[in-house]
């Protein structure tokens, strides 16, 4: 396990369709992280975990999405009815508890809708 | 709401020339990290600071956190096109616990050769 990975790299979906993300961190690492990156701009927070337990929800997170990481491992991020105001880089980033520890990120994942 | 507000946004400069990046707030940070960016990829993390007033180097990279940690800085000495990238800041708020980073607008550097 060399690094936090995301599946897909790459998404184009037609608008109205429903995408899922998924997230695998480092085996270790008992949080989890989504955020969101739009074109020039740094990214934004969009939840967290604690092993499977989502702790919080930014207000960035509309009811048409949801995560989820039933086992405190992999984690996926579903948006349904996607509209074009969701075509952003979707990055995942993982971390030990406690302290100044690193985040490790992701590649992302960019979605595209059309 | 805790901001980050980062300066400038874009940076196009000759190889060899000198640089900084500001990234400043009116809230107070636990630490402060700088990442860099590829297109395409994620965040890469360069430093963390904690201490208010401390610096660190990284070859020509030298970062340094404000006496109140509400901001920062970057400073690049002889830029090389390898430098080219988005640079982020990011605070961690350490009374939260939550462990979540806020992150600045980001600086686009383009270092031409």
């Known amino acids: 396990d060399t690094g936090v990975s995301q599946d897909p790299r790459h998404k184009i979906t037609k608008r109205g369709q429903n995408v899922t993300f998924r997230c695998d961190p480092i085996?270790?690492?008992?949080?989890l992280y989504w955020y969101r990156q739009t074109l020039g701009q740094g990214p934004e927070f969009l939840t967290y975990?604690?092993?499977?337990?989502?702790?919080?929800k930014s207000r960035l997170l509309s009811d048409r999405f949801s995560a989820e990481r039933p086992k405190g491992s992999f984690s996926t991020l579903e948006i349904q009815r996607t509209e074009q105001g969701d075509s952003a880089m979707y990055l995942c980033?993982?971390?030990?508890?406690?302290?100044?520890?690193?985040?490790?990120f992701g590649q992302g994942t960019r979605l595209t809708v059309v | 709401t805790q901001l980050l507000e980062q300066s400038p946004q874009f940076l196009s400069i000759q190889e060899g020339e000198n640089l900084t990046v500001y990234c400043n707030s009116s809230?107070?940070?636990?630490?402060l990290q700088w990442y860099r960016q590829e297109p395409g990829e994620g965040p890469v993390l360069l430093v963390t600071?904690?201490?208010?007033?401390e610096v660190k180097k990284l070859k020509r990279l030298t970062f340094q956190f404000g006496d109140a940690r509400k901001d920062s800085s970057l400073h690049i000495t002889a830029a090389q096109p390898g430098d080219t990238g988005l640079y982020l800041c990011?605070?961690?708020?350490?009374?939260?616990?939550?462990?979540?980073?806020?992150f600045g607008q980001g600086t686009t550097l383009q270092v031409k050769p």
């Open positions: 980033a993982s971390r030990i508890l406690g302290g100044n520890t690193e985040a490790f």
């Open positions: 085996s270790e690492h008992n949080r």
């Open positions: 975990f604690q092993n499977e337990a989502q702790l919080e």
């Open positions: 809230s107070v940070f636990s630490s």
């Open positions: 600071v904690v201490t208010g007033g």
């Open positions: 990011a605070g961690l708020n350490g009374s939260s616990n939550t462990g979540k980073l806020i």
